[in-house]
């Protein structure tokens, strides 16, 4: 099972929102490349960055920053306001690995059809849930779609990684949402990353078990329990091993 390290980038800096919010932001860092780098030196081969004003303002914002951690060597996944084949393209020909198309993919199943027959595997949905709907930019607007159904349209299109983010619980260091997570592997055959409520090392134990049973987990996405260091990298890198 893969760790992804969170980077999430807002005016340039390595920041955490409590639930999205942008009025509750809490700075970790002034030079995002920083903490890739730690996160490299701790044994990471992947991290997760989302450009947090791109996802606001619709479109790529902070693509300096991001260059900076793909130079570093590690493997990118990318999301926030890539939202048009062209930010797509400007985004994996930097060097990402996997862009994350989240408002998208909720608008426009013809819009992510296409980019899963043009790059593949770099292509990943992020679905992003509340009370089980599904919340778009910036997680500012919640839709009338089910997360489970939009999930399940994206695995018929050939999407093969989700990102599932239990809102409720994302930088709370409650605990994730176990049943939500639990319910949305039962509902696709594609992989599936979970988001949001790591608070401790059992959380990540947890989910090392689930995979056992539910073979298309595919990792989890760990942000504030590292910047708080209620967790330690390299012990969750060779628990999930």
């Known amino acids: 099972m893969t760790i992804y390290p969170a980077i999430d980038i807002k005016g340039g800096r390595c ?3 409590t639930q999205g919010r942008a009025d509750h932001e809490t700075v970790y860092a002034e030079i995002p490349a920083d903490v890739a780098a730690q996160y490299q030196a701790a044994g990471s081969k992947w991290v997760h960055v989302i450009d947090l004003d791109g996802a606001f303002a619709g479109e790529p ?10 130079a570093l060597g590690l493997k ?3 999301g926030g306001g890539l939202r048009t084949v062209a930010a797509v393209e400007r985004a994996l020909g930097m060097g990402v690995c996997r862009v994350v198309i989240g408002t998208r993919a909720a608008e ?3 819009f992510v059809a296409g980019l899963v027959q043009r790059f593949g595997e770099q292509i990943a949905v992020g679905i992003d849930a509340k009370d089980g709907r599904v919340a778009v930019k910036g997680w500012v607007d919640t839709t009338a779609t089910g997360a489970i159904v939009l999930a399940q349209r994206m ?4 999407v093969c990684t989700l990102i599932h983010t239990d809102i409720s619980t994302d930088g709370m260091l409650t605990g994730p949402n176990f049943g939500a997570q639990e ?3 039962a509902a696709v055959s594609c992989r599936v990353i979970a988001s949001g409520g790591v608070s ?3 959380d990540v134990a947890k989910l090392v078990e689930t995979k056992k049973r539910r073979p298309n987990l595919d990792g989890v996405i760990i942000g504030k329990a590292l ?3 209620r967790v330690d990298l390299v012990d969750l890198l060779t628990l999930a091993a």
Do not use: H, P, T
């Open 200 to 202: 401790r090392r059992e």
């Open 227 to 229: 910047y708080e260091r």
């Open 108 to 110: 426009s199943e013809e």
């Open 183 to 185: 319910a949305m592997l």
């Open 155 to 158: 695995d018929a299109l050939g």
């Open 15 to 17: 920041v955490r929102l």
């Open 61 to 70: 914002q902070n693509g300096a920053a991001v260059q900076a951690i793909v």
């Open 76 to 78: 990118v996944q990318l």
